[in-house]
């Protein structure tokens, strides 16, 4: 086996030391709970029968309480395209439990927001918050005592973190996420991308607009660019929580089908009775979590996990910060190019070899841990095989060369020597950057500041024209304390088209731009807020800012007593409405981004 990269061990070891205390009251949470905590068999009998009262069919299988009952908890719902396909999962999932000698029941279902629906509209500063209150919703399904196992159903942006953190406080269960896969191919990521530039301009109609957004956006599964949700799929093979490549095959297939059925009956192989414990809790550590921003890395994933991540590895007592991310990105090469930093889509990029071919390659050059304790297959080298049907089995084998090597390459023949982020800090304060897409003479941008507090009055400024020129747009008032931290993913086609008229411009917001950021340089998740002190309050209109991704610099070009002597812009009033008012003590108490963006992990002390 090649040896590991000496400085991801580097980084992996500063996080194991920085955590040994948390994760070691962590580790003995979960030995307790496994140990002396509530097992089916202990519950008193009118407990079990309200909990077999709706199983006839299994109420038999479960009674004696020898065999393992798997949890199912579900994100259904069919406004998402990529959680419609759950419907008839819990039903076919009790099957194949029974194939396995197990039984299963849906332990509970989980609120899972689109992102796509709520986009520059109110509802989208309930997003992040979701998160976490899926997190809590996992908690409530599973505390009920009955379950030995768990199959978590989820695939989009805040589904999966939140999944996996309620799960976690579950970690002496034994688990696998069951993705449902991405909509097969629609009108081309770019194709669309230009309707919607023509559109900003008033060149196209709204009519071709929506035709060529349902063209993208047509059917059942996961949105084909790759943002947060297939992000969240590849980081799940990365921590070796999928059956192996069960990431991006198809809804509705004989593939699918039989990936699904293999993770229930590998839930019931992994249980505590057997002799291959594999409890969720002992899977996730600190080389499971370094394998997950290795994988963002080196696809160009969503920035959205420099949030997220570090969340998740929260609640395994583990510390991950973004000086972690920015240290890994210096020797982790970028190998796959899917949009939008590339051409290609989601099932291009399962075509050219997908992530068992990134996972091989990374394993074959030393870049990620090969000893992870994988829940989903027996080493993390299984995940680097791609699975097919053969004579009507689920096999799996080598996926060979670059099926397309404008999609994916050799680790040792990259698209660029280092990842596609990059840490920016400066006297506006500490924020994140994805290059993956930008063009490299891009990296460095100067230029004056126009500044917003909501994504409407750039759109406003931009429509009149007042943006067109060099220009820094600073958009504050948009994290987590402020406003739940909403994506601002309507800025991209004004800022695109500002670009494409030859104007140098940049963004800068203490908000979110998640996956969907591409070829405009963004600086995002600026620390510390606005709200409350932080630096972007601070900014006025022409002051001269530089970002630069080359030299990690975030800065006003002030003089340093003018800047100490400004006042900070007050802050807009709390908005109301859609639900809004319901999350005001989750913004309240939320901490920064870097550390999750979550009041629920600041009460927990992190």
């Known amino acids: 086996m090649t040896a590991l990269n000496a400085e991801i061990g580097a980084v992996t070891d500063r996080m194991i030391t920085r955590s040994k205390p948390t994760r070691d009251a962590y580790l003995a949470l979960i030995q307790h709970e496994r140990d002396h905590g509530l097992e089916r068999p202990s519950l008193g009998c009118a407990n079990l029968a309200h909990g077999y009262a709706g199983t006839d069919e299994d109420r038999d299988a479960m009674r004696p309480g020898s065999a393992m009952n798997i949890g199912i908890v579900t994100a259904y719902n069919d406004m998402l395209s990529a959680h419609a396909p759950y419907y008839r999962y819990p039903e076919q999932m009790k099957v194949w439990a029974r194939e396995a000698g197990v039984t299963a029941q849906v332990a509970g279902g989980v609120p899972a927001m689109c992102d796509g629906v709520t986009q520059g509209y109110p509802g989208m500063e309930l997003s992040l918050f979701s998160r976490d209150t899926i997190a809590m919703s996992t908690a409530i399904a599973?505390?009920?005592?009955?379950?030995?196992?768990?199959?978590?159903?989820?695939?989009?942006?805040?589904?999966?973190?939140?999944?996996?953190?309620?799960?976690?406080r579950f970690g002496h269960l034994p688990m696998l996420l069951i993705p449902g896969g991405p909509m097969r191919t629609g009108l081309a990521n770019k194709a669309k991308a230009a309707v919607r530039e023509r559109y900003a301009v008033g060149e196209a109609s709204r009519e071709e607009l929506l035709d060529a957004e349902i063209a993208a956006y047509h059917g059942k599964g996961t949105c084909t660019f790759f943002g947060t949700a297939n992000s969240n799929q590849m980081m799940m093979e990365m921590m070796g929580l999928h059956i192996p490549g069960a990431a991006f095959a198809n809804p509705g297939t004989k593939l699918r089908q039989e990936l699904t059925r293999a993770a229930v009956h590998r839930i019931a192989a992994i249980g505590w009775q057997g002799e291959d414990y594999?409890?969720?809790?002992?899977?996730?550590?600190?080389?499971?979590?370094?394998?997950?921003?290795?994988?963002?890395?080196?696809?160009?994933?969503?920035?959205?996990?420099?949030?997220?991540?570090?969340?998740?590895?929260?609640?395994?007592?583990?510390?991950?910060?973004?000086?972690?991310?920015?240290?890994?990105?210096?020797?982790?090469?970028?190998?796959?190019?899917?949009?939008?930093?590339?051409?290609?889509?989601?099932?291009?990029?399962?075509?050219?070899?997908?992530?068992?071919?990134?996972?091989?390659?990374?394993?074959?050059?030393?870049?990620?841990?090969?000893?992870?304790?994988?829940?989903?297959?027996?080493?993390?080298?299984?995940?680097?095989?791609?699975?097919?049907?053969?004579?009507?089995?689920l096999k799996w084998s080598d996926p060979g060369p670059s099926k397309d090597d404008t999609i994916v390459r050799p680790a040792a023949t990259p698209f660029s020597a280092e990842g596609g982020f990059r840490i920016l800090a400066g006297n506006l304060g500490r924020a994140c950057i994805k290059v993956s897409a930008v063009d490299r003479d891009r990296w460095t941008i100067e230029a004056p500041a126009r500044v917003f507090s909501t994504q409407q009055q750039v759109q406003d400024a931009f429509q009149a024209g007042e943006l067109d020129r060099d220009v820094v747009v600073v958009v504050r008032f948009q994290g987590p304390r402020a406003n739940g931290m909403p994506e601002l993913h309507k800025l991209t086609p004004p800022l695109g088209v500002l670009q494409n008229k030859g104007f140098r411009v940049a963004l800068v917001t203490d908000g979110r731009m998640s996956g969907a950021s591409g070829k405009v340089p963004c600086a995002i998740h600026s620390s510390p807020e606005a709200l409350g002190g932080g630096p972007l309050g601070k900014v006025r209109d022409g002051d001269v800012i530089r970002l630069s991704a080359e030299t990690g610099e975030l800065v006003a070009l002030v003089d340093p007593a003018e800047w100490a002597a400004r006042d900070f812009a007050p802050a807009p009033a709390p908005a109301v409405g859609m639900g809004r008012e319901l999350f005001a003590l989750m913004r309240a108490q939320a901490n920064e981004a870097e550390r999750g963006g979550s009041a629920m992990l600041a009460a927990m002390g992190w």
């Open 142 to 168: 599973l505390s009920h005592g009955l379950f030995e196992g768990a199959a978590l159903l989820g695939i989009c942006d805040k589904i999966v973190p939140g999944l996996l953190m309620g799960a976690l």
């Open 278 to 393: 594999r409890p969720i809790g002992q899977c996730i550590d600190e080389r499971a979590i370094v394998n997950a921003a290795i994988g963002l890395l080196a696809t160009g994933g969503s920035t959205n996990h420099l949030i997220h991540l570090p969340a998740i590895a929260a609640c395994a007592g583990i510390v991950i910060d973004w000086e972690d991310f920015d240290r890994l990105s210096k020797v982790v090469p970028l190998i796959a190019r899917v949009y939008p930093n590339g051409a290609a889509d989601v099932n291009q990029f399962e075509d050219a070899g997908g992530m068992p071919y990134v996972i091989r390659e990374l394993l074959g050059e030393g870049l990620m841990h090969g000893d992870v304790l994988t829940a989903g297959g027996a080493t993390m080298a299984d995940f680097g095989t791609k699975p097919d049907i053969a004579n009507e089995l």
